[in-house]
């Protein structure tokens, strides 16, 4: 196994995702998510914010509900895409992390364009429009291409402040697993 890179432009490897959740959300922030496409150009995206949902007990998490069709891969190894439709009109995109039988994801909610696309990426369902990402990209190893991460640089400043849209989940709705770099104006909410 390798271990997490250290040097920005190197590929994030499955040792860098299995890892509790809440730590790959903040870990992620400033990596860059790349996305081939067929012509053989790549769209490149530094991630700017953030959700980490942390297994079964986290009442937002999709697992909370136990094991379904739609959340067995987040059972499986760390290091592949968990995505699901949502609202009847949008995907949203999550890496896998932690360790095997245990349903833990990150949830990318905004970024900033480094290469094409351009426009706001401010959002979970902007991000994935703009990159092509719907349910043919479940359940794909995102350690090397056609979608996968690589290392940059970390923010100066980070936030961590509650999910968004997680009012029904009780006590879990008040959890900091949302992380944000502080200064990037590309973030979905403050």
Same mark, same amino acid.
């Given at each position: 196994?390798?271990?997490?890179?250290?040097?920005?432009?190197?590929?994030?490897?499955?040792?860098?995702?299995?890892?509790?959740?809440?730590?790959?959300?903040?870990?992620?922030?400033?990596?860059?998510?790349?996305?081939?496409?067929?012509?053989?150009?790549?769209?490149?995206?530094?991630?700017?914010?953030?959700?980490?949902?942390?297994?079964?007990?986290?009442?937002?998490?999709?697992?909370?509900?136990?094991?379904?069709?739609?959340?067995?891969?987040?059972?499986?190894?760390?290091?592949?895409?968990?995505?699901?439709?949502?609202? #009847?009109?949008?995907?949203?995109?999550?890496?896998? =992390?932690?360790?095997? @039988? *245990?349903?833990? &994801?990150?949830?990318?909610? !905004? %970024?900033?364009?480094?290469?094409?696309?351009?426009?706001?990426?401010?959002?979970?369902?902007?991000?994935?429009?703009?990159?092509?990402?719907?349910?043919?990209?479940?359940?794909?190893?995102?350690?090397?291409?056609?979608?996968?991460?690589?290392? #940059?640089?970390?923010?100066?400043?980070?936030?961590? =402040?509650?999910?968004? @849209? *997680?009012?029904? &989940?009780?006590?879990?709705? !008040? %959890?900091?697993?949302?992380?944000?770099?502080?200064?990037?104006?590309?973030?979905?909410?403050?």
């Amino acid at each position: 196994m390798r271990s997490a890179p250290r040097e920005p432009g190197e590929f994030l490897y499955r040792d860098f995702f299995a890892r509790e959740a809440e730590t790959v959300a903040r870990a992620l922030l400033g990596a860059i998510l790349c996305r081939s496409l067929p012509d053989g150009s790549v769209m490149r995206v530094r991630i700017v914010e953030t959700e980490a949902y942390v297994g079964e007990h986290d009442l937002a998490c999709h697992a909370a509900r136990g094991r379904t069709r739609r959340t067995e891969v987040m059972y499986g190894a760390a290091g592949h895409a968990y995505v699901y439709f949502v609202y #009847g009109m949008h995907h949203m995109f999550n890496v896998v =992390t932690g360790t095997t @039988g *245990v349903a833990q &994801a990150v949830l990318i909610r !905004a %970024a900033e364009p480094v290469a094409p696309p351009e426009g706001r990426l401010d959002g979970p369902a902007r991000l994935t429009r703009a990159l092509g990402i719907d349910m043919a990209v479940n359940k794909i190893d995102v350690t090397a291409p056609p979608l996968c991460f690589e290392a #940059g640089p970390t923010p100066v400043r980070i936030t961590a =402040t509650t999910r968004v @849209g *997680v009012d029904y &989940a009780g006590d879990w709705a !008040a %959890a900091r697993l949302r992380f944000y770099d502080s200064d990037s104006a590309h973030v979905s909410r403050r």
